[in-house]
């Protein structure tokens, strides 16, 4: 890559095409995929909804910006929201959040934010600056200043939410920072906090949202009641929208020329994720479930009880192995590379699977029972060296 900013450490293969949720490099391998694109193609490389949908936007028009109304956009946020909800469409999971920061600031009056150590939330200057790691935020400084930060799944971050606070911003589990799960009694007592002490509570969902952990949004598995929720990966299985959503009465603080978009809302955009929203029904995500389910109880078989493995975590089909330090989670990805899978790294040397919703559930226990052999390996070395 002669021509690029090395803002990203890149595997040896370029992907060149792909096929429901495997795809191939440029020298014809093929590849069992666990990753979305980082959980965005949950509905996998080839789907004829989204394509068709797609083609037939590009024949109306392209884009004609928000200085006009659109009906696409407006079935889309119906679609979208949950109740007494309205969305704005952006073209990010930061750009979503950078909404979100602003709409809670300007709703409140008040500057405050609290975030979560080892939370992930973008790299713009307000969503890195709510984003919980030191090594994403280096050399950045200074970052938007009003914001603090508490442990994740702590109890004294509750005893923190005072009425001082704009917002508490959170991902229900974290993606990028572990594949941390919250606790159910704790997110509800975040959520009640907010609520009590008239703090807005911003639910992330840009990479748990859209069905990944078998419900549209996460926080629906969890007594949570959220005033602004973000999403977006997912949502375009691959075209770049986003979007915050927020209840009804905050928009008394998003009039005409306090927030706006070139690109968000972008009809290409919305007619794919107008596809996937159809195509994320009950039925759907009842299977989403079912295939975690499965899912999980193969790796409680097979990988759980390894010895380089220190826990399991994650719901639906969101997962975290997380591995001594030992073993590099690098090395075992590129094993797996290897031998045609793909997987994520995160936080805390944790193995990340983020699969595409509709693999099949055959083809998920293969990539389970891959991982296991790898990890077996891995293990055994282990034990002789030590």
């Known amino acids: 890559?002669?021509?690029?900013?090395?803002t990203?450490?890149?595997?040896?293969?370029?992907?060149?095409?792909?096929?429901?949720?495997?795809?191939?490099?440029?020298?014809?391998?093929?590849?069992?995929?666990?990753?979305?694109?980082?959980?965005?193609?949950?509905?996998?490389?080839?789907?004829?909804?989204?394509?068709?949908?797609?083609?037939?936007?590009?024949?109306?028009?392209?884009?004609?910006?928000?200085?006009?109304?659109?009906?696409l956009q407006d079935e889309v946020a119906k679609m979208l929201c949950p109740q007494g909800?309205?969305?704005?469409?952006?073209?990010s999971g930061t750009e979503a959040n950078?909404?979100?920061?602003?709409?809670?600031?300007?709703?409140?009056?008040?500057?405050?934010?609290?975030?979560?150590?080892?939370?992930?939330?973008?790299?713009?200057?307000?969503?890195?600056?709510?984003?919980?790691?030191?090594?994403?935020?280096?050399g950045f400084a200074p970052l938007v200043p009003g914001i603090d930060f508490a442990d994740y799944n702590d109890s004294s971050a509750v005893d923190q939410i005072t009425s001082d606070y704009a917002a508490v911003i959170l991902e229900v589990i974290q993606g990028e920072g572990g594949v941390n799960s919250g606790h159910g009694d704790w997110l509800h007592a975040i959520s009640k906090k907010c609520h009590d002490q008239g703090v807005l509570l911003i639910a992330d969902e840009v990479q748990t949202g859209i069905g990944r952990t078998g419900t549209q949004f996460a926080y629906e598995h969890f007594d949570m009641d959220p005033d602004i929720i973000t999403c977006?990966?997912?949502?375009?299985n691959g075209l770049p929208i986003?979007?915050?959503?927020?209840?009804?009465?905050?928009?008394?603080?998003?009039?005409?020329?306090s927030h706006g978009t070139t690109f968000g809302g972008n009809k290409i955009a919305l007619s794919s994720a107008k596809a996937v929203l159809q195509q994320l029904t009950p039925d759907f995500l009842q299977k989403v479930a079912s295939k975690s389910q499965a899912v999980f109880h193969q790796i409680?078989?097979?990988?759980?009880?390894?010895?380089?493995?220190?826990?399991?975590?994650?719901?639906?089909?969101?997962?975290?192995?997380?591995?001594?330090?030992?073993?590099?989670?690098?090395?075992?990805?590129?094993?797996?590379?290897?031998?045609?899978?793909?997987?994520?790294p995160a936080e805390h040397n944790t193995l990340r699977l983020l699969p595409p919703l509709v693999m099949s559930q055959a083809d998920l226990l293969k990539g389970i029972d891959m991982i296991a052999s790898v990890l077996k390996t891995a293990s055994v070395k282990v034990e002789t060296l030590a």
């Open 242 to 257: 986003g979007a915050m959503l927020g209840k009804q009465q905050l928009a008394e603080a998003f009039g005409p020329g």
């Open 232 to 236: 977006a990966k997912a949502l375009g």
């Open 8 to 71: 990203y450490k890149q595997y040896p293969m370029e992907i060149v095409s792909g096929h429901d949720w495997h795809l191939t490099d440029e020298n014809g391998k093929q590849y069992l995929d666990f990753t979305s694109g980082i959980g965005v193609c949950s509905f996998g490389y080839s789907n004829d909804w989204i394509e068709q949908s797609v083609l037939n936007q590009l024949g109306k028009v392209w884009h004609t910006s928000n200085l006009y109304p659109s009906a």
């Open 1 to 6: 890559m002669k021509h690029i900013f090395p």
């Open 85 to 91: 909800m309205l969305a704005f469409f952006c073209n």
């Open 98 to 138: 950078e909404a979100a920061f602003k709409l809670a600031r300007k709703y409140t009056g008040k500057a405050k934010i609290l975030a979560f150590n080892d939370g992930f939330h973008g790299r713009t200057y307000g969503s890195m600056s709510l984003t919980g790691n030191p090594n994403i935020q280096s």
């Open 300 to 344: 409680d078989q097979t990988i759980a009880d390894l010895p380089i493995v220190t826990k399991i975590s994650g719901l639906g089909l969101m997962i975290g192995i997380h591995l001594d330090s030992k073993v590099k989670v690098a090395d075992v990805i590129a094993k797996l590379q290897e031998q045609g899978m793909l997987t994520l």
